[in-house]
């Protein structure tokens, strides 16, 4: 799915600054029983020289919504797309997932180049 | 108990990311009073080449709803049967319990490979 | 199940008061899927001359601990079980149930003399 | 959309007591944008003889999943439906929109028989 | 108790308006159990000819500290002492107690002249 | 401004429902200071033969960004434009604004045809 | 004090609505203790001919900084001044008092012309 | 006081893991004014062989009720007492005390083996 | 824009101290789609020989109103403005943004002397 | 001012723990608009041979009720007065003030021996 995702220069490339993009309406389909899951997906990354654009991060998100996926999957898989897409220094990525059965799941992962 | 939980391979074995589940609707029964306790079960962990099955997880806990356990025995006990059940590099258990008599407890155990 | 509870004479029967008790760890079990439920229960009442026993109130709840039953009979046994018990001049039943499925269920039941 | 809601018998026919039921994962396609909606959908009502069934409740929400419809629209629609499938006394619905260019919408639509 | 109430005129007797004292530091004694209970007193009356004076109430509360009493008991005593110490033309008074056993209990009874 | 404001047929007519908006990013420019104002902008109406369009609305609330205009007066024209645009049945508009020098204000008008 | 107080036309006389101006930062002196008081004072008014003007509002309420005066005085007399000064066709004005001693007090008087 | 206390052996001896009990309803008496202190005193320690028992640790606060202490005195002489108890590795208590005169206080005394 | 910004000498220059300044109002305008955007602004440093002056700074942000500027560009731009005009030790800035289809950002850039 | 502060021996001279006092009730004067400023005043100290009398420090805090004063020295000032008269082994003050103009500030210094 990573063609979709879109960058632009960093504008201040020397400085070493983080960004945060929430996106509180995930939703996707779990693969075991066919119904939907919605999760917070929270992305925190130091750009080098490029930075992720949101609208095409917004489309990108959007390719999930029926698509049958584990929590622990999404989370690696989101995160090996968008440090494809913009080559950061660092990256991590939180998913954070609505009550099934009175549980609730949180998986985060970590890059560093 | 412990031969009821189950596992999959960890689908992300290279790196080193985080898994959290919150159980909000546990409880089991006090060996004093014999009335029911309630807690909030969090397992955090890193896993290894396998991880925790969510569903199998649900049933496990549902095999303490009648047992007489302590605070203590119980946040130890769950740390061992996982710790066993998937091999995790690092795992916590933490176990906040309901109001008696105008007192709370939490309970936090870890465990590093 | 309405022999355990117990009463005793309303201090002030001259006067129109109402009394609530609300319990926090209400459980029961879905008759469909054999999967505990967990609810609050709220029991507001205007006494005639006698008063529910919050001790006796608090075993007759734990009766339904293991027991297999839907949210919409709950609520109106619960009401027609305490009523019988301490012939209010009003009663109201709430009942708000945990989420399942991302759905949340509140019912509400009342009688007047 | 209709056919696939169920039903059981009112399990105390003869009072007036309500039953609701909150939807918080309700999703749906803007029919102008094709962009997902995320709403929470609160059903109230006082049932005659027939109840709604949650599970079956459940799987005609998923129905607008992937459907392009309004707000209006959908309010008014899924309260001719659910009143066609229970015919209640009376039946409240509202729909709580997330945030869309800083604005939230909220429709409310009520029958009486 | 009621010696300890103290009043003074009210500074504007010909306007019916409504003055509210909330204690959120009342505890007196279970005469059960000899433990303490603790809870959050509300007053809420319309003055005639004379107003409740705050230090004085203070003290009041103060004898219940460790006076073994019942939640039913003590909401409809506070109202009959505090009705004949300032003659209103309204008062309620709401009790609201702390956790036991997972369950809280509210009392409210009301004045009218 | 109200040239800018669009509608659309009401999808229900024959059915008394209420529709509300919530602006939560109004601002506009204090006519004495010509300091910027930020409020909460909360549109409730029960359509007639006609709904106001939301992308419309947004736009017509742009106008009033650099516009100098009282809190009193914003709320009486808001509520006279939109009546005139969409004739509803019922209109309540109301205004909440941000603190200034430790004060607040909220300002609510209604229209009942 | 009232004559700080000044006043503009009301901008959209024939209609009945209203407006409430929150003053989160109030303090004045208790006249027994000579310790300050602290409040939020809240009015609402309908306006009939003129409005309140919110400057010489906020210079009103300096005058209580230093000036010992009781909770139920103060409500009264804000109300009496602000009705002599705009002639509304109603007007409710709250004080709500931070803990003292373990307790709060809240006055509400109301004038309808 | 120390005599009230009593212990049960550590359940895991060999793992380093911590115990929190939060009593959200301590109160004393202030020795300067003979008025009643609320409180929340937070216990939080690593076991070494034996843990405290928490019924008799409740009769333990039980017993400041009617006793006249100051603050820095109660947390450090029950941080003295609870370490003499259970002769812990480590142990951290925190009291935070309600509000006078606009002013809270918290305390915090650790003790480490 | 920085001539706008003013500064007044450090009152305590020998000492260590942080300043923040909160601003709750930051508005400026989308380049791409001409809209506005709203953000939270927090600025913490160490002064080192002179502060910043809070009304002046309250203006320097008023000038981003009608401006067409990227989140980025703006944490970024901030800091260099602010560091240029008051040479701080230390600086931080952090842009939060209100909900854009489903998505919040956050941007926190840093200076150290 | 610091004539006023009292002080008196510290309970547990050989323990290294902390004391925190908070003033959510303090004021004092803009000295450019003659306007009162509203915070909260954190003082965080750990005691070498003597501790902060409460009452005296309320009184000392009085004394800025009526001053004209800025942000940074009020801070910068209370540090000092604090300092000099408990001779501690660490100090923190921190000043979170009220919204003026959309902005909020907090100050924050430290002492240490």
Known sequence: MKKKLETFPNPKPGRKYTITHINSEFTSVCPKTGLPDFGVI???YIPDKICLELKALK???L???NKGIFYEDITNKILDDLVAACKPLEMEITSEWSTRGGMNSIITA???K
């Open 42 to 44: 929270t992305i925190t």
């Open 59 to 61: 489309y990108y998100f």
């Open 63 to 65: 390719e999930y919504r």
């Open 110 to 112: 970590k890059y560093t």
